[in-house]
């Protein structure tokens, strides 16, 4: 079935134009195709838009696919495991913070529209033919998530002149891209499994078109939300069960 053209404001059309597809791309389709999901490319008429639209049960949904590739500190992890066996590191969530970013830009598209977006992350970090992380992308760790959407959590202390710490409470940090008044647009973030074997997505809190849990229900995924208001509690993610 040929997907109606998207709205005139995003100036281009929904087709199957011929274009080198990225690893992440790939991926993503294949996991459309196992779905039975109806997937076309969204050319861009020089305007920056997401990259695929989907129909899901007649619904409409779009979809942004960021690819990670290796930085200066995954050149350096990758040179820790060939030397050392072992790799490690600090992370703030700022690598998913910056994606969330610079997606923005093209799902903003979509802000005034009553169509659920999704940014999709895609771990393509291979150094020499080498992944420098053996078992799952750090980048993509939930906790890492919500802190690039909600930002990170803080535990503040007094320090008294005499005696033990004295806790004061806990809050969010700053440098967070997703409140109740920025990108409320974007629905969910979602990570793609290497061949596009299944999904995990973590629901946007604030999101003005929530994405249905009904909606991406195949049994391979998994959905996350947030119960609470993700900057006023600090409970973390739950998962989300589609009950027949």
Not at 16 to 26: K, N, P
Not at 136 to 146: H, L, N
Not at 188 to 204: D, K, T
Request: proline residues 5%.
């Amino acid at each position: 079935m040929q997907a109606e053209s998207l709205l005139p404001h995003c100036a281009g059309t929904v087709d199957g134009a011929d274009v080198v597809r990225t690893t992440s791309e790939l991926a993503f389709e294949s996991y459309c195709a196992s779905r039975g999901y109806a997937v076309q490319r969204i050319r861009t008429g020089g305007v920056p838009t997401p990259d695929f639209e989907a129909r899901v049960n007649n619904s409409r949904v779009i979809f942004e696919i960021k690819e990670l590739t290796p930085n200066r500190h995954d050149i350096e992890q990758a040179h820790e495991f060939r030397t050392r066996g072992t790799t490690g590191g600090s992370l703030d969530g700022s690598r998913v913070r910056g994606v969330i970013h610079s997606a923005a830009r093209q799902l903003k598209c979509f802000r005034d529209e009553r169509i659920p977006t999704v940014l999709v992350l895609y771990d393509n970090i291979v150094v020499d033919g080498i992944r420098p992380y053996r078992a799952r992308c750090p980048y993509f760790d939930p906790t890492q998530i919500e802190w690039a959407m909600y930002g990170r959590h803080v535990a503040e202390f007094q320090l008294p002149l005499r005696g033990d710490p004295i806790w004061l409470g806990d809050r969010r940090g700053g440098k967070r891209q997703l409140t109740g008044e920025s990108r409320t647009y974007i629905s969910a973030v979602a990570v793609l499994a290497e061949r596009g074997e299944y999904a995990w997505f973590f629901h946007n809190y604030f999101a003005t078109v929530p994405l249905s849990r009904a909606l991406l229900n195949d049994e391979r995924d998994r959905h996350f939300h947030n119960p609470s208001h993700p900057l006023k509690h600090l409970a973390g993610w739950v998962e989300l069960i589609c009950r027949s």
